[in-house]
């Protein structure tokens, strides 16, 4: 089971009772003005507890006046070197409230201290890696069923990896021999010129070996060719190790969205990092 993505005009929202939310992934300018009320009549109805959004700074002001806060941003995002907002309105007190605030502010805390990688990160002996093709997505669907017991997009589902690589998103995965040991992805928005780096996962057997950090590497050096020029990711806030890759490689924090989404099994605040390239 997971959330409907819909496109809604010519804007793309996701919400569904697994999280709980409507996220607004992408606003077109075309529905700017009216959009605001939509989201907010559709969580109403369905009884949602949160709308997430990410819309240009220009938007913002419309967001606000409806009640809306921003959570997160990341500076000359889109190709008019406008800001994207990450707005957030709670329909619940629950909701609202940072369950772990300490452990949020120590991960931070550790992980703006790291020094940053100074060289290309490179693969213990025995291992292999490549960008992900259509005839692995059943092995790759397995892997991210085995490390997530819940994830915010049906990552589980072979079909829906298959679909997102016809639609642009790069898959870049390890192997040790014929085993899909540890996967991430580039989703890319050519429209602005950025992409989401997401979807790591390693093997619990196969952790400790820095593979996120050489998955982000590789992923980066793809999306150079594309014409991609800001980069970001939304990273579990209660995951050290996640942080910590994102913040070694040169990504700069830009906020935390609380209660977000639901990742292995519960609702978690996620931190957005972004980065931008030459």
């Not at 929202?13 to 606003?27: A, E, F, S």
């Not at 790069?170 to 979807?199: N, Q, R």
């Not at 990273?235 to 906020?255: C, L, P, Q, V």
Request: aromatic share 12%.
């Amino acid at each position: 089971m997971s959330d409907t993505i819909n496109t809604i005009g010519r804007s793309i929202i996701q919400h569904g009772p697994v999280n709980d939310r409507v996220y607004l992934m992408k606003l077109h300018p075309d529905d700017a003005t009216d959009f605001v009320e939509y989201l907010d009549r559709l969580a109403s109805s369905r009884g949602y507890s949160k709308v997430f959004a990410k819309v240009p700074r220009w938007n913002m002001v419309r967001f606000v006046a409806a009640g809306y806060e921003l959570e997160a941003s990341i500076p000359d995002f889109f190709p008019d070197g406008a800001a994207a907002c990450f707005m957030g309105k709670y329909f619940t007190t629950t909701r609202r409230v940072e369950p772990q605030p300490q452990l949020v502010k120590e991960i931070l805390v550790v992980s703006k201290a790291q020094e940053p990688v100074c060289c290309p990160v490179s693969l213990p002996e025995g291992f292999t890696a490549r960008i992900a093709r259509e005839g692995d997505t059943a092995g790759m669907a397995e892997v991210y069923r085995k490390v997530f017991a819940s994830y915010p997009f049906p990552i589980h589902d072979a079909g829906f990896l298959r679909a997102a690589m016809l639609g642009g998103t790069i898959f870049f995965g390890i192997w040790h021999g014929d085993k899909i040991v540890a996967l991430s992805s580039a989703e890319i928005d050519c429209s602005s010129g950025s992409a989401e780096m997401t979807d790591f996962a390693t093997l619990p057997e196969y952790r400790g070996h820095g593979f996120a950090l050489y998955l982000l590497q590789q992923l980066e050096e793809a999306v150079q060719s594309r014409e991609i020029r800001s980069l970001f990711t939304i990273a579990r806030a209660y995951s050290f190790g996640m942080n910590i890759t994102f913040a070694r490689n040169g990504y700069r924090f830009g906020g935390t969205l609380t209660n977000n989404t639901n990742i292995s099994g519960s609702l978690e605040s996620m931190n957005v990092w972004h980065k931008t390239l030459s």
